[in-house]
């Protein structure tokens, strides 16, 4: 008689024995050849790129504490009024005790990160990989770089209390405009939006109260969604006073559970 043990093999939690027992080991088949790769160009394994980029980001980002977020043009150089705009306010959020968090590239981001962090304050850049080359800005202290700007969006809204949104073209209008959808359709609750350099903004502001409101396409409360101010210490006004409001509304609601859970227990008992 054989005995079935006499050959046997573990490969993780599974057994083989006797004629079941595979070639070579899974290390093996891992290590020794590469076979074809036209899989990493499927959308399944992108997929698992793309929840590796929420790991990162939660991960790296979960910890932080309260948190601003800045966003503005890639094009505009020091020197530039808004530039220094872009500083100030940077440093204002910073001493008012949030992280600054934003794009983590050229121009107002970079302007916001230098305030934040030379005001010795968390300055965070939340990158995204673009089809020309470009490293974080060199104002940062914590940064990640994206593959996939809806991933590097959810970070953006997830971590912060709060929209500053400074002059820029497409891709600062595109965050704007996501952030108001966001609050106008109540996905996201007491998140104050800030555009600053008033003058830049005024010709959008008016329009969307000639175009969108006159034709009745947003509500009339909708415009006072977006405050606009020049003045750095406003903003942060504005950014506490929302983000007390937030603290208060969760006490309540903490409160409200704590009683319907008492409730329930002296129901029960
Ligand atoms: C165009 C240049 C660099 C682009 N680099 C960027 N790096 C990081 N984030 C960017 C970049 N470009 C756009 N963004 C995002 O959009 C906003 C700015 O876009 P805009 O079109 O310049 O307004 C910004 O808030 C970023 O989140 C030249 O060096």
């Known amino acids: 008689?054989?005995?079935?043990?006499?050959?046997?093999?573990?490969?993780?939690?599974?057994?083989?024995?006797?004629?079941?027992?595979?070639?070579?080991?899974?290390?093996?088949?891992?290590?020794?050849?590469?076979?074809?790769?036209d899989w990493v160009h499927t959308d399944p394994w992108r997929v698992?790129?793309?929840?590796?980029?929420?790991?990162e980001g939660f991960g790296m980002l979960s910890e932080v504490g309260r948190a601003v977020c800045v966003f503005g043009s890639a094009r505009i150089k020091p020197g530039n009024p808004y530039y220094e705009l872009g500083e100030t306010i940077g440093e204002r959020i910073a001493q008012a005790g949030y992280t600054v968090i934003t794009g983590g590239g050229p121009g107002l981001m970079e302007a916001a990160n230098k305030g934040a962090s030379e005001a010795g304050?968390?300055?965070?850049?939340?990158?995204?990989?673009?089809?020309?080359?470009?490293?974080?800005?060199?104002?940062?202290?914590?940064?990640?770089?994206?593959?996939?700007f809806f991933v590097r969006?959810?970070?953006?809204?997830?971590?912060?209390?709060?929209?500053?949104?400074?002059?820029g073209g497409f891709g600062t209008l595109d965050e704007l405009f996501e952030a108001i959808t966001l609050v106008q359709t109540g996905k996201v609750t007491r998140f104050p939006v800030i555009l600053m350099g008033t003058e830049f903004w005024a010709g959008l502001v008016d329009w969307i109260h000639e175009r969108l409101l006159t034709e009745g396409l947003i509500s009339p409360h909708d415009p006072d969604l977006l405050h606009l101010t020049?003045?750095?210490?406003?903003?942060?006004?504005?950014?506490?006073?929302?983000?007390?409001?937030?603290?208060q509304?969760?006490?309540?609601?903490?409160?409200?559970?704590?009683l319907e859970e008492a409730l329930h227990e002296a129901e029960r008992t």
């Not at 698992?48 to 790991?55: G, H």
């Not at 210490?233 to 983000?243: F, M, Q, T």
């Not at 509304?249 to 704590?258: K, Y």
Request: hydrophobic letters at 35%; charged letters at 30%.
């Open 1 to 37: 008689m054989t005995d079935s043990r006499s050959e046997e093999r573990q490969a993780g939690p599974l057994t083989y024995r006797g004629k079941a027992v595979p070639k070579g080991t899974t290390d093996q088949r891992l290590l020794d050849r590469r076979g074809p790769s």
């Open 48 to 55: 698992l790129r793309i929840q590796s980029e929420f790991v």
């Open 121 to 148: 304050g968390t300055s965070i850049g939340l990158g995204i990989e673009l089809p020309f080359e470009q490293a974080l800005n060199d104002h940062i202290n914590m940064g990640v770089t994206f593959r996939y």
């Open 153 to 167: 969006k959810t970070m953006f809204v997830k971590y912060s209390q709060a929209f500053v949104v400074l002059p």
């Open 230 to 247: 020049d003045d750095p210490d406003e903003a942060v006004e504005i950014i506490r006073g929302a983000h007390a409001q937030l603290e």
């Open 249 to 258: 509304a969760i006490e309540e609601e903490e409160a409200v559970a704590g």
